[in-house]
């Protein structure tokens, strides 16, 4: 995906008047119903998968146009409009902090209610806890993630919107999926957020080689690697060991070090020893079988890149995946949006706008003449919308 532009989403505090939470759903009700009759349900799938699209909904239903919380309030939104038509084909799951964890559960409802079969169900949720495990370990920018959810659809395709917070940047920072084939190689749809200059990122394709050390290395004696692991966080601290003055040490030590500040703070020695016994005896055989072993997380692979940077010279990338998605706040007019801005809601106009939308619904389900001209009507709202 190719998106350029600039975009933020700052931490925000407050909540949705319960007026406009009603209001916000008659809108988003309308839009994915008439998405799932002309286009069908794999259509709101990959649009979900879309961070512009995503932050341009936001704006439509009436949200603050660059909050944190248009994430959760809109996937909550759309959560609660499918959940109430399961007969349009699509629900969505999770939610923030709790309901997150509730995700596989709750794919359990969805598949039931969809008539998903049960071996899609277990490829489901891998794929939640994939994402979820790639976003805070293999893509560590300091965002610390709060929010997961997945849209699915009765033909299981999946897209995953979710969230991490940077407290001390007090910011926000979005990552959309959408049915990934690899979950190891730039396997985002787009990422929306603030750009940082460094960042360990090892889905990038610059990371392959790394990826393969890393995988080696679980697969080796847990001692060994630990003592490996020794001799690269006292290079790392800024500390030459003996090897360095050995002629043929054997190790490919690398005499000069750059910018290791994303490794820091270093796992203890003990805690990834235990890891270390736990990826070795459940001997994986690729990234994701390593991701998916429990108790492997940001710190292990931490320790696992640094070792491969500093004692065997494959270097991490240290590229920020932020696709930065053009600014959607056009759409904010629509309505006007909860902060005020670009003007406060007025409650009569955007009633007429969300009858507007629902008499188009209820007209498209009339017949084929007269869906298209309803379609028509609406896709020449968008173009005004749009100008």
Not at 87 to 107: C, H, S
Not at 220 to 239: D, F, M, Q, W
Not at 296 to 311: D, F, H, K, W, Y
Not at 361 to 380: C, F, I, M, W, Y
């Given at each position: 995906?190719?998106?350029?532009?600039?975009?933020d989403?700052?931490?925000?505090?407050?909540?949705?008047?319960?007026?406009?939470?009603?209001?916000?759903?008659?809108?988003?009700?309308?839009?994915?119903?008439?998405?799932?009759?002309?286009?069908?349900?794999?259509?709101?799938?990959?649009?979900?998968?879309?961070?512009?699209?995503?932050?341009?909904?936001?704006?439509?239903?009436?949200?603050?146009?660059?909050?944190?919380?248009?994430?959760?309030?809109?996937?909550?939104?759309?959560?609660?409009?499918?959940?109430?038509?399961?007969?349009l084909?699509?629900?969505?799951?999770g939610?923030?902090?709790?309901?997150?964890?509730?995700?596989?559960?709750?794919?359990?409802?969805?598949?039931?209610?969809?008539?998903?079969p049960?071996?899609?169900?277990?490829?489901?949720?891998?794929?939640?806890?994939?994402?979820?495990?790639?976003?805070?370990?293999?893509?560590?920018?300091?965002?610390?993630?709060?929010?997961?959810?997945?849209?699915?659809?009765?033909?299981?395709?999946w897209?995953?919107?979710?969230q991490g917070?940077?407290?001390?940047?007090?910011?926000?920072?979005?990552?959309?999926?959408?049915?990934?084939?690899?979950?190891?190689?730039?396997?985002?749809?787009?990422?929306?957020?603030?750009?940082?200059?460094?960042?360990?990122?090892?889905?990038?394709?610059?990371?392959?080689?790394?990826?393969?050390?890393?995988?080696?290395?679980?697969?080796?004696?847990?001692?060994?690697?630990?003592?490996?692991?020794?001799?690269?966080?006292?290079?790392?601290?800024?500390?030459?060991?003996?090897?360095?003055?050995?002629?043929?040490?054997g190790?490919?030590?690398?005499?000069?070090?750059?910018?290791?500040?994303?490794?820091?703070?270093l796992?203890?020695?003990?805690a990834?020893?235990?890891?270390?016994?736990?990826?070795?005896?459940?001997?994986?055989?690729?990234?994701?079988?390593?991701?998916?072993?429990?108790?492997?997380?940001?710190?292990?692979?931490?320790?696992?890149?640094?070792?491969?940077?500093?004692?065997?010279?494959?270097?991490?990338?240290?590229?920020?995946?932020?696709?930065?998605?053009?600014?959607?706040?056009?759409?904010?007019?629509?309505?006007?949006?909860?902060?005020?801005?670009?003007?406060?809601?007025?409650?009569?106009?955007?009633?007429?706008?969300?009858?507007?939308?629902?008499?188009?619904?209820?007209?498209?389900?009339?017949?084929?003449?007269?869906?298209?001209?309803?379609?028509?009507?609406?896709?020449?709202?968008?173009?005004?919308?749009?100008?």
């Amino acid at each position: 995906m190719s998106l350029e532009g600039v975009v933020d989403l700052p931490l925000h505090d407050g909540h949705v008047p319960l007026w406009l939470i009603k209001l916000m759903k008659r809108v988003a009700k309308a839009i994915v119903e008439v998405i799932v009759i002309e286009e069908g349900p794999s259509s709101l799938i990959r649009k979900l998968s879309n961070p512009l699209w995503f932050q341009a909904l936001n704006n439509v239903i009436g949200m603050d146009w660059d909050s944190s919380g248009s994430t959760t309030v809109t996937t909550g939104v759309l959560k609660e409009v499918l959940w109430d038509a399961p007969e349009l084909g699509v629900l969505i799951v999770g939610g923030k902090g709790t309901k997150a964890k509730r995700t596989p559960e709750e794919i359990a409802k969805a598949s039931e209610a969809l008539n998903i079969p049960y071996s899609m169900e277990v490829h489901l949720v891998n794929c939640s806890r994939l994402a979820a495990k790639v976003d805070s370990a293999l893509l560590q920018d300091k965002y610390v993630l709060y929010h997961h959810s997945m849209a699915l659809s009765e033909r299981g395709e999946w897209s995953i919107v979710q969230q991490g917070m940077n407290t001390s940047l007090k910011l926000a920072r979005r990552y959309h999926w959408l049915n990934s084939s690899s979950f190891t190689i730039e396997p985002h749809e787009g990422v929306a957020g603030y750009r940082h200059k460094m960042v360990l990122n090892l889905v990038s394709r610059e990371s392959i080689r790394v990826q393969r050390v890393l995988l080696d290395l679980v697969n080796e004696r847990p001692l060994k690697v630990l003592n490996l692991y020794a001799e690269a966080s006292t290079i790392a601290k800024g500390v030459k060991p003996l090897s360095l003055y050995l002629l043929e040490s054997g190790t490919g030590v690398v005499a000069k070090i750059n910018d290791l500040t994303y490794y820091r703070p270093l796992p203890r020695p003990s805690a990834l020893l235990k890891s270390l016994n736990l990826t070795y005896e459940a001997h994986p055989h690729d990234v994701e079988e390593l991701l998916l072993i429990k108790g492997v997380g940001p710190s292990t692979i931490r320790a696992l890149a640094l070792i491969s940077e500093l004692i065997f010279e494959e270097k991490p990338s240290t590229k920020d995946p932020v696709t930065v998605p053009l600014d959607p706040f056009k759409y904010s007019y629509t309505i006007g949006g909860k902060d005020g801005v670009p003007y406060s809601i007025n409650k009569e106009d955007a009633e007429k706008v969300v009858t507007t939308l629902e008499d188009i619904v209820n007209s498209a389900r009339l017949g084929d003449r007269e869906r298209l001209l309803v379609l028509k009507r609406l896709r020449r709202l968008k173009l005004y919308f749009s100008k």
